[in-house]
């Protein structure tokens, strides 16, 4: 069980990068709207987007396979729980009774930033990866 829940978990959490690197291709005026509605305008630069759009495919492409892990998690960990800190509010106070601005859609992100922690601390357990079958670890 548990070598499936890894594998599934790292199939769907890569998915996720790529899925939003390509969003960052395909619609270039959403990205800057995120950037500026929760990231403080710093990646509003459209080919700065695409360019971080290629590098989200490939770092989630490196993980959907599990490829060089130990680089991949790292980058991973630093792009889903900076996600998760752009929509904080909406974290601690989803219905927003307390914080204005918030989302209950948004909460999710802390279950992908946690995914990311299990995903890092359990490296060693998944053995259904490229790194294991290229003899990597």
């Not at 996720?16 to 960052?24: A, E, H, Q, S």
């Not at 270039?28 to 971080?52: I, P, R």
């Not at 590098?55 to 396979?65: D, N, R, S, T, Y």
Request: charged share 10%; aromatic share 12%.
């Amino acid at each position: 069980m548990k070598r499936w829940g890894l594998f599934l978990l790292r199939l769907t959490t890569g998915w996720l990068l790529v899925l939003w690197g390509i969003d960052k291709l395909q619609n270039v005026d959403h990205g800057v709207a995120v950037s500026e509605a929760f990231y403080l305008g710093l990646a509003s630069n459209t080919t700065l987007l695409q360019v971080f759009g290629v590098f989200q495919i490939l770092v989630g492409a490196m993980v959907m396979a599990g490829l060089k892990r130990n680089l991949a998690y790292p980058v991973m960990m630093v792009m889903l729980i900076g996600g998760a800190l752009g929509v904080w509010k909406s974290i601690l106070d989803p219905w927003g009774w307390f914080l204005d601005g918030t989302q209950v859609l948004f909460y999710p992100s802390a279950i992908i930033a946690a995914a990311t922690l299990v995903l890092y601390g359990t490296r060693d357990q998944d053995c259904m990866t490229m790194d294991k079958i290229m003899g990597g670890g």
